[in-house]
């Protein structure tokens, strides 16, 4: 491969580098996501482990149920 060779390809390299900089870094700010996805999606939770959670939803909800009536 001669130096013009080398020279024209540049861009290509600098655009594919910025790309994959690109795509490395989405990956690793989706990835944690997609795993807890995937925990959601195949393991049996226990949904008496949202109760508390669940009991600040409805309490949420109920405190503005008179106000909308």
Do not use: H, R
Request: with cysteine.
């Amino acid at each position: 491969m001669g130096l013009w060779e080398t020279v024209s390809g540049l861009p290509v390299e600098i655009a594919n580098a910025l790309l994959n900089t690109f795509k490395n870094t989405a990956m690793a700010f989706i990835q944690p996501q997609l795993d807890v996805a995937k925990a959601l999606i195949t393991y049996n939770i226990n949904p008496n482990d949202f109760s508390t959670q669940w009991l600040a939803i409805v309490g949420v909800i109920s405190a503005f149920y008179p106000y909308c009536s």
